[in-house]
């Protein structure tokens, strides 16, 4: 690990100041991902702004009825908060099923957006990457690709978004709340947060440098049933091959009961949580499980080594909404 300083922030305000007028500073709060890249030297700060103590670790509810979740709110902490479990269980399904608890009492709402992709080849400095040193090249490409992307890839790069909880959150139209070194506030939904590798692997959000996240607000609850389902290589510890995330509303429109709305978002499959709307109207339209999935994956581009997932994805949806026409809302 290079050396760097390092200084402690007073306000959201004066912490993205402080990033804003260094190139070669960075955010720090749990620092689950960004310590793991220092170490390896992909990520090398020369400073870093300690957020810990700025406040942002609360939920609250918000006038429209739905709930603020400050950017500092633990995973954990996140998980288990009683509002959360009984109204956007989807979200707090999601969490448990990432990493450790170990992790998830240090890891942060904002950082879990933020965590860079698991790819191989990005934390391989010996390998080329684009997106850890742009113009490099893209070592997946023709290399070990079994658990990278199929949808929204590029020439350039088919990492995946390692997040469940971003999984999650796009499912519930959530929006990410921001503020920059001159103080002016941004609301970005989470559809426009994540951004696809195109030509510019390297930037993965929106976010400008220095702007600093301080929220992300759910709308009120949708009701309906609430699954994640997370197929991966073994229980625990280990990142999707798959995963969807399902906010149903089961009815009466197919044989055998079928879906009246669906809200679906899926890890595992591209540069940033999957979601299109052409799968919910087809369900809303008496569609099968089929025809969600076609939707979902036009446009797929997978390697040799991960077809699977093509099926894959068809087989965890079609047991999700089958789960969610049964009216239970535990995963199993």
Same mark, same amino acid.
């Given at each position: 690990?290079?050396?760097?300083?390092?200084?402690?922030?007073?306000?959201?305000?004066?912490?993205?100041?402080?990033?804003?007028?260094?190139?070669?500073?960075?955010?720090?709060?749990?620092?689950?991902?960004?310590?793991? %890249?220092?170490?390896?030297?992909?990520?090398?700060?020369?400073?870093?702004?300690?957020?810990?103590?700025?406040?942002?670790? /609360?939920?609250?509810?918000?006038?429209?009825?739905?709930?603020?979740?400050?950017?500092?709110?633990?995973?954990?902490?996140?998980?288990?908060?009683?509002?959360?479990?009984?109204?956007?269980?989807?979200?707090?399904?999601?969490?448990?099923?990432?990493?450790?608890?170990?992790?998830?009492?240090?890891?942060?709402?904002?950082?879990?957006?933020?965590?860079?992709?698991?790819?191989?080849?990005?934390?391989?400095?010996?390998?080329?990457?684009?997106?850890?040193?742009?113009?490099?090249?893209?070592?997946?490409?023709?290399?070990?690709?079994?658990?990278?992307?199929?949808?929204?890839?590029?020439?350039?790069?088919?990492?995946?978004?390692?997040?469940?909880?971003?999984?999650?959150?796009?499912?519930?139209?959530?929006?990410?709340?921001?503020?920059?070194?001159?103080?002016?506030?941004? /609301?970005?939904?989470?559809?426009?947060?994540?951004?696809?590798?195109?030509?510019?692997?390297?930037?993965?959000?929106?976010?400008?440098?220095?702007?600093?996240?301080?929220?992300?607000?759910?709308?009120?609850?949708?009701?309906?049933?609430?699954?994640?389902?997370?197929?991966?290589?073994?229980?625990?510890?280990?990142?999707?091959?798959?995963?969807?995330?399902?906010?149903?509303?089961?009815?009466?429109?197919?044989?055998?009961?079928?879906?009246?709305?669906?809200? %679906?978002?899926?890890?595992?499959?591209?540069?940033?949580?999957? /979601?299109?709307?052409?799968?919910?109207?087809?369900?809303?339209?008496?569609?099968?499980?089929?025809?969600?999935?076609?939707?979902?994956?036009?446009?797929?581009?997978?390697?040799?080594?991960?077809?699977?997932?093509?099926?894959?994805?068809? /087989?965890?949806?079609?047991?999700?909404?089958?789960?969610?026409?049964?009216?239970?809302?535990?995963?199993?």
């Amino acid at each position: 690990m290079r050396a760097f300083t390092y200084e402690r922030a007073e306000s959201p305000a004066a912490a993205a100041a402080a990033v804003a007028r260094n190139p070669e500073a960075r955010f720090i709060a749990g620092g689950t991902n960004l310590l793991d %890249l220092m170490k390896l030297e992909i990520e090398a700060p020369r400073h870093l702004v300690d957020v810990n103590r700025l406040g942002l670790d /609360r939920i609250e509810e918000t006038p429209e009825g739905g709930l603020r979740i400050g950017a500092l709110v633990r995973n954990t902490d996140l998980a288990a908060d009683p509002r959360v479990r009984r109204d956007y269980a989807v979200l707090s399904r999601a969490l448990v099923a990432g990493a450790s608890g170990q992790l998830r009492n240090k890891a942060t709402t904002a950082g879990n957006l933020l965590q860079r992709t698991r790819c191989p080849y990005f934390y391989d400095p010996a390998m080329p990457c684009n997106k850890r040193r742009p113009g490099s090249g893209c070592g997946a490409i023709g290399g070990f690709s079994r658990n990278l992307g199929i949808l929204g890839t590029s020439e350039h790069c088919i990492a995946t978004h390692p997040s469940d909880m971003a999984v999650a959150m796009r499912a519930l139209d959530a929006v990410v709340e921001t503020i920059d070194a001159e103080g002016a506030a941004r /609301r970005i939904p989470i559809a426009d947060f994540h951004t696809l590798p195109g030509d510019t692997p390297e930037i993965e959000t929106v976010l400008r440098h220095g702007e600093f996240i301080t929220a992300v607000t759910l709308p009120p609850p949708a009701g309906g049933i609430h699954l994640y389902r997370k197929v991966r290589d073994r229980a625990s510890y280990a990142f999707a091959s798959v995963s969807v995330a399902a906010v149903v509303h089961p009815g009466q429109g197919a044989s055998g009961g079928g879906i009246a709305s669906a809200r %679906l978002a899926f890890g595992g499959v591209a540069h940033k949580p999957w /979601r299109v709307a052409e799968a919910e109207d087809r369900l809303a339209d008496g569609g099968d499980a089929e025809a969600a999935a076609e939707a979902v994956l036009r446009g797929a581009r997978p390697t040799g080594q991960n077809a699977y997932k093509l099926p894959l994805l068809r /087989r965890t949806l079609a047991g999700v909404l089958a789960q969610a026409r049964q009216g239970r809302g535990e995963d199993r």
